[in-house]
């Protein structure tokens, strides 16, 4: 994340989740906020960016970029399911170098 500087990287780092396997993976949503997005939907772009070049580096998209389902609150008490991804650190490295 070499665009990151040493604040951001600790951010970066507080909303590591680890699996039961060692696994580490950044949920996308969270990760809106410290490359500076103000929306998710312009973020969105730049997965998409990210994803492509996974692609066109031959590797496996859902390796990189499972896609996961959040319920997130609306007004009201309401909630609903929105799209986010489990990021492992290389999506994460290719979103950061494919970020605006």
Known sequence: MSK????EYKRFEDI????????????ARELTSILDYSKWENFSKTIARAILACKNSGFEIAD???EVGKMIDTGKGAQRKVKDFELPRYACYVVQKNYN
């Open 4 to 7: 990151l500087n040493a604040q």
């Open 16 to 27: 590591k989740y680890t699996r039961s396997d060692g696994g580490e993976f950044w949920l």
């Open 64 to 66: 990189h970029f499972p």
